[in-house]
């Protein structure tokens, strides 16, 4: 079965640095997702992407967080200037189309710790 | 707006006896749901849909789900739990039009021996 993968599974970045994590969403879907699950807390809506542009954005999404799909294959979520508080789990997401009974299917996450 | 309550942050039950995750929602509009579940350290996998076809709806790893209009309700059962049930269970609500979905707080299921 076709999944989504993400990478790293772990990153741990200084405080201040920019950061980039990494999806592959599944070949033939076209729109996509990030979440984020700060620890112990419920899993938030970041960002929703298709045809090349942001769709949605939470009010979490701000100008620090941009996200892109460079290549065919890849979408990434960059976090610049980063901050304590963006310690999280950040998962992606992707579905085939856009209807509200067709599930989004999640990658295995990457655990960002910011030190 | 949608909304998503799940009532209970953690269950205990003992293995072999049945499962119950209650799961409440808002929603203006005919909603889709969704139950997810997050192994430790592992991504979030779909566990079964609802999307205004029958409201009993089959799941993998024997769970069900019931939609009940009349009690905003979706919760998730399975008669006879197993071990490897143990997991962060998700209750979630999607609206036709609407990109996002929304997740619950989660239901943290613990399986005693």
């Known amino acids: 079965e076709p999944e989504v993968t993400q990478t790293p599974s772990h990153q741990v970045t200084q405080m201040g640095q920019e950061v980039i994590l990494r999806c592959v969403p599944i070949s033939n879907h076209l729109y996509f997702y990030w979440y984020r699950q700060i620890l112990g807390q419920k899993v938030e809506f970041l960002v929703s992407?298709?045809?090349?542009?942001?769709?949605?954005k939470s009010e979490i999404f701000d100008d620090q967080f941009s996200v892109e799909r460079p290549d065919g294959s890849n979408f990434t979520l960059k976090i610049r200037s980063t901050k304590l508080e963006d310690s999280a789990m950040y998962f992606c997401?992707?579905?085939?189309?856009?209807?509200?009974?067709?599930?989004?299917?999640f990658g295995d996450g990457t655990r960002l710790s910011i030190l | 707006a949608q909304s998503v309550t799940q009532l209970d942050s953690h269950v205990s039950v003992s293995e072999g006896t049945p499962v119950l995750l209650r799961c409440n929602y808002s929603?203006?509009?005919?909603?889709?749901l969704f139950w997810y579940v997050q192994h430790p350290n592992k991504g979030l996998q779909l566990l079964l849909k609802y999307t205004s076809a029958a409201t009993l709806v089959k799941g993998i790893n024997g769970f069900e789900a019931e939609f009940k209009k009349s009690e905003t309700s979706f919760h998730l059962t399975k008669p006879s739990a197993h071990m490897s049930d143990a997991a962060e269970y998700f209750c979630?609500?999607?609206?036709?039009?609407?990109?996002?979905?929304?997740f619950g707080k989660g239901t943290r299921l613990h399986i005693l021996p």
């Open positions: 997401a992707s579905r085939g189309d856009r209807t509200s009974n067709q599930p989004q299917h």
């Open positions: 992407f298709y045809n090349n542009e942001i769709s949605e």
């Open positions: 929603s203006s509009y005919s909603p889709s």
């Open positions: 979630v609500v999607s609206v036709r039009g609407d990109d996002k979905i929304i």
